[in-house]
């Protein structure tokens, strides 16, 4: 089977922090970060990118389009 | 392998489409209203329509939804979204029109408005956000509000004797012959958002081939009014109001023949 390794690149500053992307990755992948960006959000950010599978789960439940993801095979 | 060699242009997957605009939208944290301002716009992108659009705006927190969707858009008075549709309807029989409208402006006062347009079979699509709440001023009771739900103004529980029962417009809906698909949706999985893009694209081909009224409800999450967090907002709607508004296909059919409702 092909292996897929995915990024995903997340706009710090459009994110608002409400953690649906932490719960619907199930690579457990993103995290909130410990800093917050201008508008005081803890902002998602990618953890641990090397489990990432590029399925695009956070990008669909992303209320504020904030995530864009590549994926490359192997 | 690292991450800058994945982040390639050649290898982009997913990207906000080029139809939703670049504006920071004013929805809290988690709210649903984004993701489907997000459907909608991959619908129309996807579909070509961008210039034969037009979305009529409700009261409500998507008042402001013309400033997300690079779209034409007019704005209703309260409750009057299906009402102002119909006239660009019949004016622009070519285009496809919206309506976008919540719970307090679809089934509260705009009730007569959209049973009178889903009835007379207006070739638009109806998108209806239902949160069971009035998010923008503050989380009021709304009539679809669920029995012993707390909000603002029912702060011991919405009671049976005193409020009546929740609307369930949808099913009401359904029963007029002027609608053809009735369907009803949430966002809050992935899956659950593949399945809600499929329902809107569908309502939108519909009213293409011109066949009648498109209602589509999102059973929607408000974590302000409903005062918990967005993930819990999600588990909350999933144990208590899907079991009162289960989703699924309602109706999908044919709008009704005129020759059944003739005098003999």
């Known amino acids: ?74 | 392998m690292d991450i800058k060699d994945i982040i390639k242009p050649e290898n982009l997957v997913y990207d906000k489409t080029k139809v939703l605009t670049d504006n920071v939208m004013h929805y809290c944290p988690g709210c649903s209203h984004g993701v489907i301002h997000k459907i909608l716009a991959e619908v129309i992108d996807e579909m070509g329509i961008q210039e034969e659009t037009i979305g009529v705006s409700p009261v409500g927190c998507s008042v402001l939804a013309y400033n997300y969707l690079d779209i034409d858009w007019l704005e209703a008075a309260h409750g009057r979204a299906p009402a102002l549709a119909t006239g660009v309807v019949r004016l622009n029989p070519e285009k496809y029109v919206f309506t976008y409208q919540g719970d307090g402006d679809l089934a509260s006062i705009g009730t007569a408005e959209i049973m009178h347009a889903c009835n007379r079979g207006e070739n638009i699509v109806v998108i209806f956000v239902n949160n069971a709440i009035y998010g923008m001023t503050g989380g009021q009771m709304a009539p679809t509000t669920l029995v012993g739900q707390v909000t603002a103004t029912t702060p011991y529980g919405r009671e049976l004797d005193l409020h009546g029962y929740p609307l369930k417009i949808t099913e009401l809906v359904a029963q007029l012959p002027g609608t053809s698909f009735v369907t009803r949706q949430s966002v809050q999985t992935p899956a659950a958002v593949r399945k809600t893009k499929k329902a809107i694209k569908k309502a939108f081909a519909n009213v293409g081939q011109k066949k009648g009224t498109q209602f589509v409800e999102v059973v929607s999450t408000c974590s302000s009014g409903w005062k918990i967090s967005p993930v819990a907002s999600n588990k909350w709607m999933e144990t208590n109001m899907f079991p009162f508004y289960p989703l699924g296909d309602i109706k999908d059919s044919e709008k009704e023949t005129a020759d059944k409702f003739k005098v003999q």
Do not use: F
């Not at chain 1, 970060?33 to 641990?48: A, C, L």
């Open chain 1, 1 to 74: 089977m092909a292996k897929v390794k995915g990024a995903v690149v997340v706009d710090n500053e459009k994110c608002k922090g409400c953690d649906l992307c932490v719960v619907a990755c199930p690579h457990d992948v993103l995290s909130l970060h410990r800093e917050v960006n201008g508008k005081g959000y803890h902002y998602s950010y990618m953890k641990n990118p090397d489990a990432c599978i590029g399925c695009m789960n956070c990008a669909l439940v992303c209320p504020d389009s904030c995530i864009t993801v590549y994926r490359v095979r192997v």
